[in-house]
């Protein structure tokens, strides 16, 4: 997939979105009065395809009607807080630094004694950070996701932000930071997998090169003794850089994770001559420790979530997260001691974590704090065994979109990225009823059930609208309220990271999903009644599933030649077009409708049962029967979307920078409006709906 423009979800085992990065279209929408042709379609989703090769084919003509956007506002908004770390604050105090994504970030200190922030200060250009560090004066350091900024807030109560741009050009994320004792602070990147260092005495930046030949993501970084410990991914790496000669070394994996292939070196801490790496994803990982003295592992321990080890504090034990409890550890004995201090939910990895005194008689000594992504502080004082979980007042940020539907009874949804979320809108005044919930990537919408694809590990959930919402994962209701949505499916096991199409298929329902360190798409058969599922894998050899339609009882799916994220390259060169008996669980045909294309971005099904789909800009006819391409006209260019609306017996398709209509009897293309919005929604009236970045938008004729 091409590089991402986002960081992955905090569920991420590693970036981007359209992810953990994630390959989508991005954009905003113009605000201004736009040429139109209505017609009316549901979104399917959209990957990196490629120019189209072939005859050449009939190009849009002009349209004629004019026609308005309705704003119907930002639908889904909360609160996500990644990268941190606690030190000295603006007036020299101890507080709980920690950069609070949004467009764009802020860098934010909250005071531990209060949880009130007490400094919001915004980093201009970047969309959210995983790397927040304290130099030993007190200098505040972010490296930024998405931009591959570095930034720099010195210490003092009025200190402005400094932006140093990007310290390696071409890497556009940096993930995490480390600083050590004389000031130097050192990061790692994608899409390169370097580090570097920079010395802010002097302003030079040093670039150790890539870790690791042949990996994109150096993903944690840690420093210690005079070396630099880099983890990659997406085959695990730990690699030991001298810091003044620059050698290099790859340390042996426990003997636990194997080769490493696969795998991520998630997170790495080091202190007094050991070096704690987490292997896995944010939210679950295998804790080992290394032992740069006697060049050793320890035992690894599981479920253990990011992102960070404490220091050693009161006693020499560290502090992480293990099981949803917060856990201390005497590393020299391996010794661990539970502090009965839980966290709920799927999502409890600590965002920044660090030792403070506080003036306080029920927190005498040094007390251990720490954020949790949506905000929530905790404190914990090993000396009296208090530990609290307090809410703060770091404000909501809105949330780009990850899908964007409409079902049969008209109901209007969207999916929330990266910080994830689930909304239903009104259709006419944009009012949203939002849920905390995963990245929801495609929405199904049946009426009495709502199917939801999530990221990661390609889970889908059933949510029944007529019973109260309770994710025990994310947004639980009162005790004792059923699960509303019930996860039906979850693919972490057969290495599946995004469930990027749905349709329904009579009895069952179908998802199609793209894989996370491999290449390989499932398709997965659900039935309606059970909801028990079927799923098969590979498909179509090292091809994703992005793309479905159901006709005539086949299953027909689109694919990518990409995976998840940007690793493994591809191998195969064109996208196919296949055939699934639900019943007979047997693939039917496998086909290229369009020479060269990298994904059949859309798939649609006309009102007489005929299959329509999206690549490279074409849309095209495919005979079932003959299972060959019978038309096809030129479009646009670049990846897009595509639907259809049966009552105008039109197409949409959102491509080009435009959206446009094709008729089906003759195939005239017009262009509805300039947009280089992201997604396309139609309810069965025919009124289109378009998201753009976090926003959505009604298409009001003229």
């Not at 340390?251 to 050991?274: F, H, M, N």
């Not at 661990?336 to 965002?351: I, K, S």
Request: aromatic share 8%.
């Amino acid at each position: 997939m091409p590089t991402p423009r986002h960081a992955p979800h905090p569920d991420a085992s590693a970036a981007p979105r359209r992810g953990e990065p994630h390959p989508e279209l991005s954009g905003r929408l113009s605000r201004r009065t736009f040429v139109v042709a209505l017609g009316g379609a549901v979104a399917a989703g959209a990957l990196p395809g490629a120019a189209l090769t072939g005859p050449a084919l009939a190009g849009p003509a002009p349209a004629t009607a004019a026609a308005t956007l309705a704003d119907l506002g930002i639908p889904l908004s909360d609160v996500l807080a990644i990268g941190g770390a606690v030190g000295p604050g603006p007036d020299g105090r101890p507080v709980l630094w920690s950069a609070v994504s949004g467009d764009p970030a802020h860098l934010v200190a909250v005071d531990p004694r209060t949880a009130k922030t007490v400094s919001s200060q915004p980093l201009t250009g970047a969309p959210g950070s995983y790397g927040v560090a304290l130099g030993p004066d007190g200098t505040v350091w972010v490296g930024a996701y998405g931009t591959g900024q570095l930034f720099r807030r010195p210490p003092g109560r009025q200190s402005e932000i400094e932006d140093l741009g990007q310290p390696l050009p071409g890497e556009s994320y940096v993930w995490r930071l480390a600083v050590d004792d004389a000031g130097v602070v050192y990061g790692c990147t994608y899409p390169h997998a370097r580090a570097f260092g920079y010395d802010p005495a002097t302003g030079a930046v040093r670039d150790y090169g890539t870790v690791v030949p042949g990996m994109s993501y150096a993903r944690s970084i840690a420093t210690d003794g005079g070396k630099l410990y880099v983890g990659t991914q997406p085959d695990a790496h730990l690699v030991e850089i001298d810091i003044v000669t620059g050698a290099r070394r790859e340390l042996p994996l426990p003997a636990e994770v194997g080769d490493g292939a696969g795998s991520t070196v998630y997170d790495l801490d080091a202190y007094r001559g050991l070096v704690y790496a987490r292997f896995g994803s944010a939210i679950d990982g295998s804790l080992g420790i290394w032992d740069t003295r006697r060049q050793s592992w320890g035992p690894l321990r599981d479920h253990v979530a990011g992102l960070d080890v404490s220091e050693p504090g009161p006693g020499g034990l560290v502090y992480y997260t293990r099981g949803g409890e917060l856990t201390g550890l005497l590393p020299r004995t391996g010794t661990e001691v539970g502090t009965g201090l839980t966290f709920a939910g799927r999502v409890v990895n600590n965002r920044g974590i660090g030792w403070v005194d506080l003036p306080d008689r029920d927190h005498p000594g040094r007390t251990l704090v720490g954020l949790l992504w949506r905000g929530e502080m905790f404190r914990y004082n090993p000396k009296t065994g208090a530990g609290e979980l307090s809410a703060t007042d770091l404000p909501g940020e809105p949330i780009p979109l990850a899908s964007l539907a409409v079902g049969a009874t008209g109901r209007l949804w969207a999916g929330g990225y990266l910080n994830g979320g689930l909304a239903q809108l009104d259709p006419q005044t944009g009012s949203p009823t939002f849920h905390r919930f995963a990245q929801t990537e495609s929405v199904l919408d049946l009426g009495d059930s709502i199917w939801l694809g999530t990221y990661p590990d390609a889970r889908l959930y059933r949510y029944d609208p007529s019973q109260p919402w309770s994710s025990a994962e994310y947004s639980p209701g009162p005790a004792g309220t059923p699960d509303n949505p019930v996860k039906v499916v979850d693919l972490h096991d057969h290495d599946q990271v995004r469930a990027r199409a749905s349709v329904d298929a009579g009895d069952h329902v179908a998802y199609g999903t793209m894989p996370n360190t491999t290449l390989g798409g499932a398709l997965v058969v659900v039935a309606k009644a059970t909801n028990a599922a079927s799923v098969h894998r590979p498909v179509v050899t090292d091809q994703s599933i992005v793309s479905l339609a159901y006709t005539g009882g086949t299953i027909v799916g689109g694919t990518s030649i990409h995976g998840g994220y940007s690793v493994p390259a591809p191998t195969q060169t064109e996208a196919k077009l296949f055939g699934f008996d639900p019943v007979a669980e047997a693939k039917t045909f496998e086909a290229v409708p369009v020479p060269g294309a990298e994904s059949v971005d859309g798939l649609a099904v006309d009102a007489d049962g005929g299959v329509w789909g999206l690549a490279a800009g074409t849309l095209f006819a495919f005979d079932l029967p003959s299972r060959t391409v019978t038309r096809q006209v030129a479009v646009a260019t670049g990846t897009g979307r595509l639907g259809y609306h049966a009552g105008s017996d039109t197409f949409l398709v959102l491509a080009g920078g435009a959206l446009h209509r094709v008729a089906r009897a003759d195939l005239t293309v017009s262009t509805v409006l300039d947009t280089d919005a992201d997604y396309l929604a139609v309810a069965p009236d025919g009124t289109a709906f378009l998201g753009a970045n976090t926003r959505v938008y009604r298409v009001v004729p003229g």
